[in-house]
């Protein structure tokens, strides 16, 4: 069975770096995507980046374009997301979630979904 487990969130200033990782395990095969989903209070969720797992294109939302970066370490099965240039507006709780083979499948045909690991930007 495919779970992940989202890790290392903070507080963090605005202006400053976090990276959160999403160890990913139980895929049978090598086709699937990983999505990074945020959730600030009061608003709905947005997807921010995405993955596809093979070959490894990547995909960003408009907001985290050019500060955002997702990658991933197949050794390790995990997949990171580095956050750099953080602004208040980027808090909120973070999933990692999949369940789909295409970073253009909106984030809500996800089926998999870990836990969501906070971040904090102080202003």
């Known amino acids: 069975d495919v779970q992940l487990q989202a890790f290392g969130g903070g507080l963090v200033q605005a202006g400053g770096s976090l990276r959160l990782s999403c160890f990913a395990s139980?895929?049978?095969?090598?086709?699937?995507?990983i999505g990074w989903i945020r959730q600030a209070p009061g608003k709905d969720r947005e997807g921010v980046a995405c993955?596809?797992?093979?070959?490894?294109?990547?995909y960003y939302a408009d907001s985290v374009m050019g500060r955002f970066t997702i990658s991933r370490d197949k050794d390790k099965n995990t997949v990171y997301l580095q956050m750099n240039s953080l602004k208040p507006e980027d808090a909120g709780i973070y999933y990692c979630?999949?369940?789909?083979?295409?970073?253009?499948?909106?984030?809500?045909?996800?089926?998999?979904w870990g836990q969501g690991t906070q971040v904090t930007v102080s202003s």
């Open positions: 139980g895929f049978t095969s090598d086709d699937y995507a």
């Open positions: 993955i596809i797992n093979s070959p490894g294109n990547t």
């Open positions: 979630a999949t369940g789909t083979y295409y970073c253009s499948d909106p984030w809500y045909e996800y089926d998999r």
